[in-house]
C-alpha cells in the first residue's frame, strides 16, 4: 500500500521451526521496506523474546510457523474432512496450494507457538498474521546470503505483507489487530503531527501578531476619525444654534433698514463694522445667545466731522429707526482720521 508501507515499513517475522518430541526453533527476522524493496535487517536465532518484546514494540509482527510438525493434506471433495480442521479452534491452518481445483492444507496445533503468543501478549502486541506452512527442500539466494528452504516462503510472506496486505482498511477493523495497528500508527506519527503543529502555531502566532498590529493601527485611525467626527459635530451644532438663534431674533426685519444705512454712507467715510442684535458676551455651549435685539452697531472713520454728524442725522430720520447716538467722535494724531462709534435702536 503506497504511503502506508512508508509510515510502517518495518517488519518483524518470527520463524517458528517446530520439532518432534522437542520445543520449536525461533528465529526472528526484522525486514524494512525502502526503495520499493525489501530488505533483511537483522537474523537473529536463540532470542529472548521477552527481552526482544520489551525493545521492539513499534513494528508489525508476523508468524510463520514450520517444520516437523506441520502437516500438510489435499482434501478434494471431502467437506467433512475440510470442516474437521478449519473449524477446530485448536488447529493453525493455511492453503498452501489451490490450483486446477486442489485444496491442500497446511496445519499444526496452536499448543506450538503457545508460549510465543503469551509473551506478546504481556507485551501488549497483537500479531499482525499467521501463516503456515511445509517445509520445502530448495535452496536461493536472497540479499547477497544463501537462504535455506524453508525460508523462501518467509521471504515470499514478506514481500507480499508490504504489496498486499497492509491496507489502510486494517485500521477499521474493530478487532484487536485493528487497535494495535492504529497504536503503531500513532507512535509512528506522533513526532511529525507534533512538529506540524508546531509550525502551524507559529504560523498562526505570525499572522495573528501581523494582524493585531494592523487592527491596532486600524483602531488608532479609527480613533482620530471619530474624534474630528465629533468636533465637526460640535460645531455644526454650535452654528446651527446660532443660525437658529439668529433667525427666531427678527433679524430678517431689519434687513431693509441696514440697506438704507449702507446706501447713506458719505463717499469719505469708511464704514469698518456693522452689528445687528449684538452678542451681550461670548456664546457658551448648550447655552441660549444673549444678544441685543433692536440695535444696530456702527464702526468707522471719515476725514471730516461735518460728515459723521451729517451721517447720524440722515440715519435717524430713516424708518423703523427710534434713536441714533453718537457714542464716539475722536481724531487720531497719527491719520488726522475721525473714528467714530453710534447705536441705531429700532
Known amino acids: 500500500m503506497i504511503g502506508l508501507n512508508k509510515i510502517l515499513k518495518h517488519l518483524i517475522v518470527i520463524l517458528v521451526r517446530t520439532r518432534r518430541g522437542d520445543s520449536a526453533v525461533i528465529t526472528v527476522i526484522e525486514c524494512v521496506f525502502?526503495?520499493?524493496?525489501?530488505?533483511?535487517?537483522?537474523?537473529?536465532?536463540e532470542v529472548d523474546l521477552k527481552v526482544f518484546f520489551e525493545e521492539k514494540k513499534r513494528a508489525p509482527v508476523v508468524i510463520v510457523v514450520t517444520g516437523e510438525n506441520v502437516i500438510t493434506k489435499e482434501l478434494n471433495n471431502h467437506e467433512n474432512d475440510l470442516e474437521r480442521i478449519t473449524g477446530n479452534e485448536g488447529l493453525l491452518w493455511e492453503y498452501v496450494d489451490q490450483e486446477e481445483g486442489r485444496n491442500v492444507l497446511a496445519f499444526t496445533r496452536n499448543d506450538q507457538i503457545a508460549p510465543l503468543l503469551d509473551v506478546m501478549d504481556k507485551n501488549g502486541i497483537t500479531p499482525f498474521a499467521f501463516h503456515v506452512r511445509p517445509v520445502q527442500g530448495d535452496d536461493r539466494i536472497f540479499d547477497g546470503e544463501m537462504v535455506t528452504g524453508e525460508e523462501n516462503f518467509v521471504l515470499e510472506i514478506i514481500k507480499s505483507y508490504y504489496r498486499n496486505n497492509l491496507r489502510w482498511s486494517v485500521f477499521f477493523e474493530s478487532t484487536a489487530r485493528g487497535n494495535y495497528f492504529c497504536s503503531l500508527f500513532m507512535k509512528k506519527i506522533k513526532l511529525p503531527l507534533l512538529a506540524c503543529l508546531l509550525i502551524l502555531l507559529f504560523v498562526n502566532f505570525w499572522i495573528n501578531g501581523d494582524l493585531r498590529d494592523k487592527s491596532?493601527?486600524?483602531?488608532a485611525e479609527l480613533s482620530v476619525?471619530?474624534?474630528?467626527v465629533s468636533k465637526r459635530d460640535k460645531l455644526s451644532r454650535e452654528v446651527r444654534a446660532v443660525v437658529d438663534e439668529f433667525s427666531s431674533s427678527g433679524n430678517i426685519k431689519v434687513a431693509p433698514v441696514v440697506d438704507k444705512i449702507a446706501s447713506r454712507v458719505p463717499e469719505n467715510m469708511n464704514l469698518e463694522s456693522?452689528?445687528?442684535?449684538?452678542?451681550?458676551?461670548?456664546?457658551?455651549?448648550?447655552?441660549?445667545?444673549?444678544?441685543r435685539e433692536g440695535?444696530?452697531?456702527?464702526k468707522g472713520t471719515c476725514s471730516t466731522a461735518d460728515e459723521i454728524t451729517g451721517f447720524t442725522s440722515t440715519v435717524g430720520l430713516l424708518d423703523l429707526v427710534k434713536d441714533v447716538k453718537l457714542l464716539?467722535?475722536?481724531?487720531?494724531?497719527e491719520t488726522g482720521q475721525f473714528v467714530f462709534k453710534m447705536n441705531v435702536w429700532l
Open 216 to 219: 491596532a493601527n486600524a483602531r
Open 295 to 298: 440695535l444696530i452697531r456702527l
Open 274 to 291: 456693522m452689528e445687528v442684535n449684538p452678542l451681550l458676551k461670548s456664546h457658551e455651549e448648550n447655552k441660549p445667545l444673549l444678544i
Open 225 to 228: 476619525l471619530e474624534k474630528d
Open 328 to 333: 464716539l467722535l475722536e481724531r487720531e494724531k
Open 34 to 45: 525502502e526503495k520499493e524493496e525489501v530488505r533483511v535487517e537483522k537474523r537473529l536465532e
